[in-house]
């Protein structure tokens, strides 16, 4: 599938919030979270676009935990916000299940795939995920280390974080020799 016209749209809001950040002196935040970072599921030089990647080391499910709770202190996350479907508001309708799997699904495969160094097999026997859905996985965190590479740093809250602690080649004839 094309997302020319998608990466366009995250592209120029990018570059109003780094204009901004040049106006005012202010950093600009990243939002992609560990789970978006592992997939490639963001834009280069659009919503990767900022200088510090506050959540880019925690798992999508855990960012939402994160919210619900934070909004128990006092409600600064709009409600819609977590209860409608993940999207990357790209195009109308769009969902991110229409490109990936289930979010409980996915941060259990990359969980064990990055964090445990577990081969496909082993993780669809713990996680009941089919080895195509799996390996359609490991090709993604293979094929996007270019991303990561280029990504603003964050975080650390793991043992495996993207950058100093996971590192792969970014050609893209890398196979990965683990079981992907």
């Known amino acids: 599938r ?3 016209e998608e990466n366009i749209q995250a592209r120029v809001r ?3 919030l780094m204009a901004l950040s040049n106006k005012t002196g202010k950093l600009v935040l990243t939002t992609g979270n560990k789970t978006e970072m592992a997939v490639g599921y963001a834009t280069l030089y659009g919503d990767m676009a900022g200088g510090f990647a506050v959540i880019k080391d925690v798992p999508k499910l855990l960012v939402y935990k994160l919210s619900h709770y934070r909004n128990t202190l006092s409600a600064v996350i709009p409600e819609r916000v977590l209860t409608r479907a993940p999207s990357a508001e790209l195009r109308p309708n769009q969902t991110d299940q ?3 799997p289930p979010y409980d699904m996915l941060d259990a495969i990359l969980e ?3 964090e445990q160094d577990r081969s496909a097999e082993d993780i669809a026997r713990a ?3 089919s080895l195509k859905t799996i390996r359609e996985v490991i090709a993604m965190v293979t094929r996007n280390e270019y991303k990561r590479r ?3 740093p964050g975080v650390r809250i793991s043992q495996r974080a993207f950058g100093r602690d996971r590192r792969y080649p970014i050609t893209s004839g890398f196979k990965e020799p683990r079981g992907g």
């Open 150 to 152: 280029q990504a603003a």
């Open 14 to 16: 990018g570059v109003l």
């Open 2 to 4: 094309d997302a020319t």
């Open 127 to 129: 996680t009941g995920a």
């Open 112 to 114: 064990l795939y990055i």
């Open 98 to 100: 229409d490109s990936l």
